[in-house]
């Protein structure tokens, strides 16, 4: 499985997917723009080596810089289960859409799609802009699975760990992950 990780907010989203995945025990290939790691350290007070330390310990996973255009997952030769970028921001969504692959995350993005395997963007927009739309509807035409952030305020959520809960399996069941659809809710509505 292929994550890529962009400067949008909403890191600890993407942060409790991989551990998720990791759990699942799903080998994983990661890609990380600069202002990825950038906001990561802003939002979680950490820098992203030290998560990435703690997910090789755990689990088979393979960082890869985004300026190599030669990694692996820039061709379609490698076989993967998938693809998530979380949180993806608007540049990185319109670079998708128009099929740009100005940067390996991009590129990783690109082969996903021309190799029909599922790929899931989590944007972090608000408002969203006519331009961001389009770029959205254009990628959901062809498949693109789109999955923003959005909590069920339903379930009336008291924490940020709490909205981020509910929305892990929503993110891997887009995705495909089997084991997502048999998560028990990460607590349960008030009666």
């Not at 997952?73 to 076989?79: E, N, R």
């Not at 540049?91 to 690109?110: C, F, V, Y």
């Not at 509910?166 to 998560?183: I, K, N, T």
């Amino acid at each position: 499985m292929v994550v890529g990780i962009t400067g949008a907010s909403g890191h600890l989203l993407v942060k409790r997917c991989v551990e998720q995945l990791l759990e699942y025990r799903y080998p994983l290939l990661l890609v990380c723009t600069g202002p990825g790691r950038r906001v990561w350290a802003e939002e979680l007070d950490e820098d992203i080596s030290v998560a990435l330390d703690q997910w090789r310990a755990r689990g088979d996973v393979t960082v890869y810089n985004v300026n190599d255009i030669g990694a692996p997952i820039a061709s379609g030769g490698l076989v993967t289960l998938g693809m998530l970028v979380a949180p993806c921001s608007m540049g990185t969504l319109s670079g998708i859409a128009t099929g740009a692959a100005g940067n390996l995350l991009e590129r990783a993005a690109d082969v996903t799609i021309k190799e029909y395997r599922p790929l899931v963007l989590v944007p972090r927009e608000t408002p969203l802009s006519p331009i961001h739309l389009e770029n959205m509807l254009t990628l959901a035409r062809i498949g693109v699975r789109i999955v923003p952030p959005m909590p069920a305020f339903y379930l009336r959520p008291k924490t940020v760990e709490q909205l981020v809960g509910q929305l892990v399996p929503r993110v891997l069941s887009a995705l495909g992950v089997p084991e997502a659809l048999d998560e028990p809710p990460a607590y349960t509505p008030r009666s």
